[in-house]
C-alpha cells in the first residue's frame, strides 16, 4: 500500500547514510521514528519475552534488504504503531549498538510528521505506549535508552 509521504530528506543525505554505514562494517541497518505531537513523543515498550524486552523507545525496525531508509521507516512505524507517516521532517542522527544476534548495528533516527489515528501496538512486540514530554517524570524513569534520550533531546531542540 503506497501512501503520499514528503520528505525534507535529500536523497544524497541517505547516499552518505547508507556509505557510511558500510565503511563501518556495519551488519545491520535499523531506523527509528521519532513522533512529537504537542510537545510529547510516543514511547513504545518491549514485552518482557521479545529482546531488549521492557525497554520503552521509539518505533524502530530493520531495513530489509533492498529496502530503501525512509520505505523501512514508515512500513516499521505502521507495523508497530498502526499510524501513517505523512512526513519526514528531519536526519536526527545515529547510534551504534550490537543486536541480540552480536551484528554490528547502525540506528538511524528520523523526525516523522503521522497522520492522526488510532495506535494499534502489534500485541507480540509491544505492551503499552506513552505520550511523554522531556520535562515529564516518566523521562527519567521508564527504562528509555541513553541513546535514545538524546535522540529526543535532539528532536526537542
Same mark, same amino acid.
Given at each position: ?20 554505514? +558500510? ?5 545491520? /541497518?535499523? %531506523?527509528? $521514528? =521519532? ?5 510529547? @513523543? ?33 512500513? +516499521? ?5 498502526? /499510524?501513517? %507517516?505523512? $512526513? =519526514? ?5 545515529? @547510534? ?62
Amino acid at each position: 500500500m503506497k501512501h503520499n509521504m514528503h520528505s525534507n530528506i535529500d536523497s544524497t543525505l541517505i547516499q552518505q547514510l547508507l556509505t557510511g554505514a +558500510e565503511k563501518d562494517d556495519i551488519e545491520k /541497518l535499523v %531506523v527509528g $521514528a =521519532v513522533i512529537c505531537i504537542n510537545n510529547k @513523543f510516543l514511547l513504545i515498550e518491549r514485552v518482557p519475552s521479545d529482546s531488549m524486552g521492557g525497554f520503552v523507545g521509539i518505533p524502530s525496525g530493520t531495513v530489509e534488504v533492498g529496502e530503501d531508509l525512509l520505505t523501512a521507516l514508515t512500513r +516499521e512505524v505502521q507495523e508497530e504503531t498502526g /499510524l501513517l %507517516v505523512t $512526513a =519526514v521532517l528531519e536526519y536526527l542522527g545515529s @547510534f551504534d549498538y550490537r543486536s541480540s544476534s552480536g551484528k554490528k548495528t547502525r540506528h538511524f533516527n528520523f523526525l516523522v510528521e503521522v497522520k492522526a489515528g488510532e495506535i494499534k501496538l502489534s500485541p507480540s512486540e509491544h505492551q503499552a505506549y506513552y505520550w511523554v514530554a522531556l520535562s515529564d517524570a516518566a523521562f527519567t524513569k521508564l527504562n528509555i535508552s541513553d541513546a535514545t534520550k538524546a535522540v529526543l533531546k535532539t528532536a526537542a531542540e
